[in-house]
């Protein structure tokens, strides 16, 4: 499974991105997507997952500014962000999961200016 992200950017505190993930493969009917981040020292931590069946997982503190929502016809994933603090800098991470698969995305960057 290969999966391409796109979305990130710079932006001013209190602004918004929208990043997306699409997967090509062989893709499994029922799976997770969703998105990590890291930031440089750290490990990398969890920000939002969904299910093909619309189970979702947050972070706390993302929860009330960033939506995760998914196409499964196009196999695509996609994290609203609003409210965007300079704590939420990061690399973004999409991850594609079925059983013990896991793939990972390239990363792409959310920079938030203060």
């Known amino acids: 499974v290969q999966l391409q992200a796109s979305g990130g950017g710079l932006v001013q505190a209190g602004g918004s991105l929208r990043l997306a993930c699409a997967a090509s493969?062989?893709?499994?009917?029922?799976?997770?997507m969703g998105w990590y981040r890291q930031t440089p020292g750290k490990q990398r931590e969890l920000v939002a997952t969904m299910t093909t069946g619309s189970d979702t997982n947050y972070a706390d503190s993302v929860k009330g500014r960033f939506t995760i929502s998914r196409d499964n016809a196009k196999n695509t994933v996609y994290l609203q962000m609003n409210s965007l603090k300079p704590e939420d800098t990061a690399l973004y991470f999409c991850?594609?999961?079925?059983?013990?698969?896991?793939?990972w995305g390239q990363g792409t960057q959310v920079t938030v200016s203060s």
């Open positions: 991850i594609y999961l079925r059983g013990s698969f896991v793939s």
């Open positions: 493969g062989n893709i499994f009917s029922i799976n997770v």
